[in-house]
């Protein structure tokens, strides 16, 4: 399993009127998480987008558990259990600044080339470093 953290504080702009994390902010600290991970381990959307290979969000399942507040240092933790196919599955957590769980959720990306708009399977060089993380890991 490869487990990625990535700090982010919570902006005034992102909360409701009452002060809490507005429900359809979370996606986006999602998308931080996994964009983080990928360049933790090397690589980035844009080295797949330059290679004309998108990665569009094909589902997605979130809990919330409690809510995020204006100000809060939020830890979003990554972890990508299996190695990607055509499809890559990422799951998060996501803890405030006192370590307690406030949203999991679930998502997962297909690999889409931008030419042909239909899917394809994971690129040989994105395979080849999850291979190696994966092995690092055991």
Do not use: H, W
């Not at 507005?22 to 844009?46: C, D, H, I, W």
């Not at 990665?55 to 933790?77: E, R, S």
């Amino acid at each position: 399993m490869i487990v990625s953290e990535t700090k982010i504080r919570v902006r005034y702009s992102e909360t409701d009127k009452m002060g809490f994390v507005y429900y359809g902010n979370y996606p986006a600290f999602y998308e931080v998480g996994r964009t983080e991970a990928l360049r933790q381990l090397g690589t980035s959307y844009k080295d797949l987008e330059d290679n004309g290979v998108l990665m569009p969000v094909y589902d997605m399942n979130i809990k919330y558990i409690k809510p995020a507040k204006y100000d809060d240092l939020l830890t979003i933790k990554t972890f990508v259990s299996k190695m990607p196919e055509t499809r890559m599955e990422f799951e998060y957590e996501i803890y405030n600044q006192n370590n307690v769980l406030l949203n999991k959720a679930k998502t997962t990306l297909i690999f889409l080339s931008e030419a042909t708009q239909r899917p394809v399977k994971c690129p040989p060089y994105l395979q080849k470093i999850f291979s190696e993380q994966f092995k690092l890991k055991k």
